[in-house]
């Protein structure tokens, strides 16, 4: 069986001066969920675009289930749903015509009224696109996805700008598609999200992919599954003190974050011990400290020295 | 087809309609529909603008009853004799003669109320008493002096003779009304086709229909369709109130007038179609839609005739699509004349929204 998405040292440049994907290979295989994670401007919107058939890639290839773009393409849109970023639907159609509508385009079609039930629509069926909350339209444009009862769903942020219950709806909606058999590919700058939805995920940053794998194997590679996070004071870290945390027992990487000292430590009751008597040695004062679970965004903050969210 | 045996059949096996071709085209005319029918904006300015617009000037344009001129004869030797050559005179139902002394008459001149006095000149005569600068005085003595002049004998020596003139068919409103269906046509067409394609791009929402199979050609057939749909109703409105409010004569045939203003609605979809091409905002579509309607709301005859304009001009004016539709609309309705007469100005037509049609496919940005 061919792999659902693949895509090969693909670029795209705009106006001849952006680059805004620079060579970008990806496999996604059929029923696996995709994550696409990356601080604003990586390059992810591009990337999902040109896979989605709706931007023409500078150079690279890509073939949706083993089909090239430039023929089929709109048999090879039938087998894909897709969510865009930002679609403002029209305002004045109810929740259930802009499903049929959306039904009306592909020659298969799930029941509108089946995909209303499925998204928790149902009780806004007849209510107009204009008077949904920020949750409802995103499962609605979800809905429009669905309803053409795709093999592959692409979403782009679905839950940006989301209050947490809206989220874990939209988690769900999105397991289930997955449990049917379905491929997602998705693209998201939540940590939390690509942890908990994705079976694999790409973190992508200035057009790049900067690393792959599932989310335990990037969070392994950090070498420590903890993160030890102190501040103390009487001592500057300003870079310059960065050997006596390295050099405390289970510390696999020290970074600086402002005054904040973050140790990915892979045995947190050995070096915790070890850290308090070092700052006691130095003179210095512990001004708090906290551990945790390691999690993508270390992974990030570790390969770019940047956070994923940084505004 | 082979293409898709290959791929997985549907992963979730789940319950599906089967969709006939023209399922998404006649959805998208139904969802166009419904949308301008929940815009009460856009019901008042396809439907009720152009409507007020022909009763504010049908209104103002009226034929009013004929002028009555009043006039004061001072009271003296000569007085009961105008009094009597204007009573028998052809004139007399729009003279309106007063017997005034002379302080009351100068009076009533100064504030307007009679526009002549006439007095015995006491030589034998009459003199009139006028006011050169106010053109009802100028009219009152030509047509007093002409009324007693007759009445008193004197023979025309070349005669002549005047028909009124208010017929149907001949009266300003009846100029309009044809000149207001093309305006209508033009406005909508521009705005309805040119508008929503910009909003439509700047919601990112025809970047969303194009991610689905539908047929780009089918979204663009469903906006073409629908604009013929409500074309029929605009018309149709605008023609009824003509003939049922003003008693417009409508010679030629329902089913050519519907015709033309097909060609003229497809037409200027084509220019609207063409204006929203790029554009990525409304601000920058309204701007360019305006700068193109604008010399034709000037020039091409709505209101009043382009013959007005210098000669030199006239072929340029007529070569303006609005132009040749409201020539076109006004010879189909006023006089009748078949379609098949009209072929300089349906080419116009024709060529202006085919031209437009073509670089606007070539143009068009769906993303």
Not at chain 1, 188 to 197: I, N
């Given at each position: 069986?061919?792999?659902a998405i ?10 001849g001066?952006?680059?805004a994907v620079?060579?970008?290979s ?7 969920c995709f994550?696409l994670?990356?601080p ?6 591009t990337?999902?675009?040109i896979?989605e058939g ?8 890509v073939t949706?289930l083993?089909?090239?773009w ?5 048999e090879?849109r039938e087998w894909?749903?897709i969510?865009?970023q ?7 159609l109810t ?14 079609p799930?029941?509108a ?8 629509l149902g009780e ?6 204009g008077k949904?909350s920020g949750?409802q339209?995103?499962r609605?444009a979800?809905a429009t996805?669905?309803v053409?009862n795709?093999k592959?769903?692409?979403l ?6 989301l209050?947490p219950?809206s989220?874990?709806q939209l ?5 289930n598609?997955?449990?049917g058999g379905?491929t997602?590919l ?9 942890e908990?939805?994705?079976d ?9 992919v900067?690393?792959e794998g599932?989310p335990?194997?990037?969070i ?7 993160v030890?996070e102190f501040?103390?004071?009487g001592?500057?870290?300003n870079g310059?003190n960065?050997?006596?945390?390295r ?7 020290v970074r600086h974050?402002n005054d904040?000292?973050c ?5 947190p009751h050995?070096?915790i ?8 040695k ?11 679970q390691?999690?993508l ?7 770019t020295?940047?956070?994923l969210?940084?505004d | ?7 997985p ?5 789940l319950p599906?309609?089967r969709n006939?071709r023209?399922s998404a085209f006649?959805?998208l005319?139904?969802?166009r529909?419904k949308?301008?029918?929940r815009?009460?904006?856009?019901i ?7 409507l007020?617009?022909?009763?504010g000037?049908g ?5 009013k ?7 004061a004869v001072?009271?003296?030797?000569r007085?009961q004799?105008?009094m009597?050559l204007?009573a028998?005179s052809?004139?007399a139902?729009?003279?309106r003669?007063e017997?005034?002394?002379?302080p009351?008459a100068?009076?009533?001149f ?12 006491g030589n034998g005569g009459?003199?009139y ?7 009802e005085s ?7 002096d ?9 023979k025309?020596p070349l005669p002549?003779s ?5 017929e149907?068919?001949s009266?300003?409103i009846d100029?309009l ?17 040119g ?7 700047q919601?990112?929402?025809l970047?969303?229909y194009v991610?689905?199979?539908m047929r780009?050609?089918?979204f663009?057939?469903?906006l073409?369709?629908g604009?013929l749909?409500?074309m029929?109703t605009?018309?149709g409105?605008?023609?009824g109130?003509?003939a049922?409010v003003?008693h417009m004569p409508?010679l030629g045939?329902l ?6 203003s097909?060609i003229?609605?497809?037409?200027f979809?084509?220019?609207?179609l ?8 409304i601000e920058?579509?309204s701007?360019?839609i305006?700068?193109i309607?604008m010399?034709?709301?000037?020039f ?5 005739s382009y013959?007005?304009f ?7 004016i007529?070569?303006?699509?609005l132009?040749a ?13 078949p379609?098949?007469s009209q072929?300089g100005?349906?080419l116009?037509?024709?060529l202006?929204g085919?031209i437009?049609f073509?670089?606007?496919?070539r143009?068009f940005?769906?993303?």
């Amino acid at each position: 069986m061919p792999a659902a998405i693949q895509c090969r040292d693909l670029r795209k440049t705009y106006d001849g001066k952006v680059e805004a994907v620079r060579g970008l290979s990806l496999e996604i295989q059929c029923g696996e969920c995709f994550g696409l994670l990356g601080p604003n401007g990586a390059g992810k919107t591009t990337t999902i675009e040109i896979l989605e058939g709706l931007l023409e890639p500078t150079s690279g290839e890509v073939t949706i289930l083993g089909h090239a773009w430039q023929k089929n393409s709109r048999e090879m849109r039938e087998w894909l749903g897709i969510s865009l970023q930002e679609t403002r639907l029209s305002e004045k159609l109810t929740v259930r015509e802009t499903i049929e509508l959306f039904a009306s385009f592909y020659r298969e079609p799930r029941s509108a009224d089946e995909v209303l039930g499925d998204l928790q629509l149902g009780e806004k069926a007849d209510a107009f696109v204009g008077k949904l909350s920020g949750g409802q339209r995103q499962r609605l444009a979800v809905a429009t996805a669905l309803v053409g009862n795709p093999k592959i769903l692409f979403l782009d942020e679905p839950t940006t700008g989301l209050d947490p219950q809206s989220r874990r709806q939209l988690w769900d909606i999105i397991r289930n598609f997955k449990q049917g058999g379905g491929t997602v590919l998705l693209t998201t700058h939540y940590m939390d999200e690509a942890e908990r939805l994705c079976d694999r995920l790409a973190i992508v940053d200035h057009g790049q992919v900067i690393a792959e794998g599932t989310p335990s194997e990037l969070i392994e590679r950090l070498g420590g599954h903890h993160v030890v996070e102190f501040e103390a004071s009487g001592h500057s870290g300003n870079g310059t003190n960065v050997d006596p945390w390295r050099a405390l027992p289970s510390v696999e990487l020290v970074r600086h974050d402002n005054d904040l000292v973050c140790l990915t430590v892979r045995e947190p009751h050995l070096t915790i011990p070890a850290l308090l008597d070092a700052v006691e040695k130095q003179g210095a004062e512990l001004l708090h400290l906290t551990t945790r679970q390691a999690s993508l965004e270390d992974v990030f903050v570790n390969l770019t020295g940047r956070h994923l969210r940084e505004d | 087809m082979s293409l898709a045996q290959e791929i997985p059949t549907t992963p979730s096996g789940l319950p599906t309609v089967r969709n006939g071709r023209w399922s998404a085209f006649s959805h998208l005319v139904i969802v166009r529909m419904k949308e301008l029918k929940r815009e009460p904006e856009v019901i008042f300015w396809v439907f009720g603008f152009p409507l007020l617009l022909a009763l504010g000037l049908g209104i103002a344009f009226r034929n009013k009853p004929a002028d009555v001129t009043s006039v004061a004869v001072v009271q003296g030797a000569r007085a009961q004799e105008v009094m009597s050559l204007i009573a028998r005179s052809a004139q007399a139902s729009s003279i309106r003669a007063e017997v005034l002394n002379k302080p009351q008459a100068l009076k009533g001149f100064r504030l307007g109320k009679y526009d002549l006095v006439v007095e015995s000149d006491g030589n034998g005569g009459i003199q009139y008493l006028y006011d050169p600068a106010r053109p009802e005085s100028v009219l009152s003595r030509s047509e007093v002096d002409d009324a007693v002049q007759a009445s008193a004998g004197r023979k025309n020596p070349l005669p002549t003779s005047a028909v009124i003139s208010n017929e149907p068919g001949s009266r300003y409103i009846d100029f309009l009304i044809p000149g207001l269906i093309g305006m209508n046509l033009m406005n909508s067409g521009m705005w309805s086709i040119g508008f929503a394609l910009v909003d439509y791009r700047q919601r990112k929402l025809l970047k969303r229909y194009v991610a689905t199979p539908m047929r780009r050609s089918d979204f663009l057939l469903a906006l073409a369709g629908g604009r013929l749909l409500l074309m029929v109703t605009e018309v149709g409105l605008l023609l009824g109130f003509g003939a049922l409010v003003f008693h417009m004569p409508v010679l030629g045939s329902l089913l050519s007038i519907l015709l033309l203003s097909a060609i003229g609605a497809v037409g200027f979809a084509g220019l609207g179609l063409l204006t929203a091409s790029r554009a990525q905002k409304i601000e920058s579509v309204s701007g360019l839609i305006n700068l193109i309607m604008m010399p034709m709301w000037i020039f091409s005859g709505v209101f009043f005739s382009y013959e007005r304009f210098p000669a030199v001009i006239h072929p340029f004016i007529k070569a303006l699509p609005l132009t040749a539709l409201n020539d076109a609309l006004r010879a189909t309705i006023l006089e009748g004349a078949p379609l098949t007469s009209q072929a300089g100005r349906l080419l116009v037509l024709l060529l202006w929204g085919g031209i437009a049609f073509v670089l606007a496919l070539r143009w068009f940005r769906w993303t």
